[in-house]
């Protein structure tokens, strides 16, 4: 069996050999044309032209999301079914600053080397592409888990660009629960010489801040609220009508960041008391915190060690951020491992720079190499069956009561 596996490993890397300038010219086609979260219809058309070239058809439209793609294959009969994920909208006013078109050539790329060695060794079981839109805020997979769209999957696989070289090359790191909500207050305008006569609507913004600051000290240690004004009037003699800002909350669980939206909430009413103006509050969907699935983690990091590049597991106690593959992780074992595209520790993610570097050699690199080791990884769950029964066991074990119930 080890040996064959290896045998079939081989394959793998030739297979995703033959398809490299491919796969970079998708990395880069998504880098130069960077769609906003729902928006991403070029990005969807270059991965179906991608997957197309090799005879592979994808549905777009998945799960009724205009943006969200799947392409699937079924070899033989019984076996798992393996999951790989594309993201690919970029960040407003930034573009790629997340990567998220690395995420994609890795994405396809595995899921066609596998598909490949599964078609020339007749490995039985299933292998989907789900192209997932609008992480940066729309929590595309927390819809498409809704809908159905991870119906079936027993395993889903993915990787994360970072940067600042092989130590921060993770495995098995997790991500806080994640949310934001906005609020507008209005009130009524009036001349600034008679405030009396008026309803101040950023009074109401600033009271709730200010209400905010006052809580931080009972804050839990993973608990972090961030909150922009967003509009708060049109002139210094004019009482402010209209006011606006949104909140980002993390928290270490969902069921704690719950808890501290209706922290936020309470603040609001009582902004509302204070000043008079009424309050229309717009929530975003919850990013659940993830639970990363280690030996599907570790084999992972065996096949990129196969590859020349090492990974390590996170430093304890590390303030980490949110991603909605934490709502796919509590119901199916899943990995979202990170591999580095910059040596550069100065440059860091969500910036013009990360950005740049996003399609610059190293990051091309990653595509290919990113490709190859999704692809074993999923190799090593369709013929290990030791490897799917510790995957699933571990994931029952890590993930809440809280949500076994069904909240």
């Not at 789900?130 to 940066?136: L, M």
């Not at 972090?224 to 928290?251: H, K, S, T, W």
């Not at 983690?297 to 090492?310: H, P, S, T, V, Y």
């Not at 430093?315 to 593959?325: A, N, Q, R, V, Y």
Request: hydrophobic fraction near 40%.
């Amino acid at each position: 069996m080890a040996a064959e596996k290896e045998t079939v490993k081989k394959e793998i890397e030739t297979a995703v050999d033959q398809a490299r300038e491919d796969l970079i010219q998708l990395s880069h086609s998504i880098h130069d044309n960077p769609e906003l979260g729902f928006q991403e219809h070029k990005a969807v058309e270059f991965i179906s032209s991608f997957l197309g070239k090799y005879g592979i058809q994808t549905e777009s439209g998945y799960c009724g999301i205009p943006t969200a793609l799947k392409a699937e294959r079924k070899i033989g009969t019984g076996g798992p079914v393996i999951a790989f994920l594309a993201e690919y909208d970029a960040l407003p006013g930034i573009g790629h600053g997340c990567g998220h078109n690395v995420i994609a050539a890795c994405g396809a790329g595995a899921f066609l080397g596998l598909l490949k060695v599964m078609e020339q060794n007749q490995i039985a079981g299933e292998v989907k592409l789900i192209g997932t839109p609008a992480e940066e805020g729309g929590a595309g997979k927390a819809i498409l888990l809704e809908r159905g769209g991870f119906e079936g999957v027993d395993f889903a696989l993915m990787m994360h660009p970072t940067g600042g070289g092989e130590k921060y090359n993770y495995i098995n790191r997790g991500g806080r629960a994640s949310s934001s909500l906005e609020v507008s207050f209005t009130g009524k305008a009036a001349h600034s010489s008679v405030p009396a006569l008026g309803i101040n609507a950023l009074n109401a913004v600033i009271s709730v801040f200010n209400q905010i600051d006052m809580l931080r000290p009972v804050f839990e240690v993973q608990d972090n609220v961030n909150g922009v004004i967003l509009e708060g009037g049109v002139a210094a003699n004019i009482i402010p009508e209209l006011a606006r800002a949104e909140f980002c909350v993390r928290a270490e669980t969902k069921k704690r960041l719950l808890e501290l939206v209706e922290l936020i909430k309470g603040c609001i009413r009582r902004a509302e008391s204070l000043t008079g103006a009424k309050a229309s509050i717009k929530e975003r969907p919850v990013y659940a915190e993830r639970y990363p699935c280690l030996p599907v983690c570790m084999a992972f990091q065996g096949n990129m060690e196969r590859l020349g590049i090492k990974m390590c597991l996170p430093e304890p106690g590390k303030l980490f951020g949110s991603s909605d593959i934490g709502n796919v992780s509590i119901k199916i074992p899943a990995i979202h491992d990170y591999l580095s595209i910059t040596d550069d520790e100065s440059i860091r993610a969500h910036s013009a720079q990360y950005a740049a570097a996003a399609v610059l050699p190293q990051a091309d690199e990653i595509c290919v190499k990113g490709a190859k080791g999704l692809a074993m990884t999923g190799l090593d769950l369709l013929l290990d069956e030791r490897l799917r029964q510790d995957a699933k066991a571990y994931h029952q074990s890590v993930i809440p009561d809280y949500y076994k119930a069904g909240c």
